[in-house]
């Protein structure tokens, strides 16, 4: 079956623009989370939404905001971008959540601000 | 609050020899432990998992895990490695709530032939 799908793969934004992040989850999960991963922070959780309700978000500014729709994709903005938002943002999805699942990574998107 | 911490950003082995990525965690509560690896332009893979059944764990391509709660440690181990084993290892701990992943800071591992 298809994996996480994210778009786009790679985004070049000017700093104060936003910008939207899409993940398609695997069919059939319906845990999204979203990470960050930068090569001074390492990978830091965003947040996480379950049945389209945020269920945990991580220590980001309120500038990064996600939703999960009804099919459980989900997207993620960041607004009022700063060139410290240049990152590879990964999504993880898993069927319903909890400790011992497991999570499943897209190849992320690749943020660019200049 | 839940931690882990990657005792060694790189490790450098000849292939054909053995393995070891070393971590160690911190956890209020029983924890789930995860090694996950990136290899590059690819995403996290998912090697191993311990969810309090057996001490030690075995993955995907001859890794292996031992969780050690009187150590709180979580090393990764492999008996002989193979030059495509040269990635980015992530060990990792669940948060206590929902599916948020707490990661280390990963150790790269270098094989030369």
């Known amino acids: 079956k298809a994996g996480v799908t994210q778009t786009p793969r790679y985004l070049i934004k000017t700093r104060g623009q936003q910008v939207t992040l899409s993940c398609s989850p695997i069919s059939g999960h319906r845990s999204v989370s979203w990470y960050q991963q930068t090569p001074g922070q390492g990978l830091q959780f965003l947040f996480e939404?379950?049945?389209?309700?945020?269920?945990n978000k991580g220590n980001f500014p309120g500038r990064f905001s996600g939703r999960q729709f009804s099919n459980s994709r989900s997207e993620m903005n960041v607004s009022t971008l700063e060139l410290g938002d240049s990152a590879l943002y990964l999504c993880?999805?898993?069927?319903?959540?909890?400790?011992?699942?497991?999570?499943?990574f897209g190849q992320g998107t690749r943020l660019t601000v200049v | 609050a839940q931690s882990v911490t990657q005792l060694d950003s790189h490790v450098s082995v000849s292939e054909g020899t053995p393995v070891l990525l070393r971590c160690n965690y911190s956890s209020s509560y029983s924890p789930s432990l995860f090694w996950y690896v990136q290899h590059p332009n690819k995403g996290l893979q998912l090697l191993l998992k311990?969810?309090?059944?057996?001490?030690l764990v075995k993955g995907i391509n001859g890794f292996e895990a031992e969780f050690k709660k009187s150590e709180t440690s979580f090393h990764l181990t492999k008996p002989s490695a193979h030059m495509s084993d040269a990635a980015e290892y992530f060990c990792?701990?669940?948060?206590?709530?929902?599916?948020?992943?707490?990661f280390g800071k990963g150790t790269t591992l270098s094989v030369s032939s």
């Open positions: 990792v701990v669940t948060h206590q709530a929902g599916t948020a992943l707490i």
């Open positions: 993880a999805s898993s069927f319903a959540g909890g400790l011992n699942t497991e999570a499943f």
């Open positions: 939404y379950f049945s389209e309700t945020q269920r």
């Open positions: 311990y969810t309090s059944a057996a001490t």
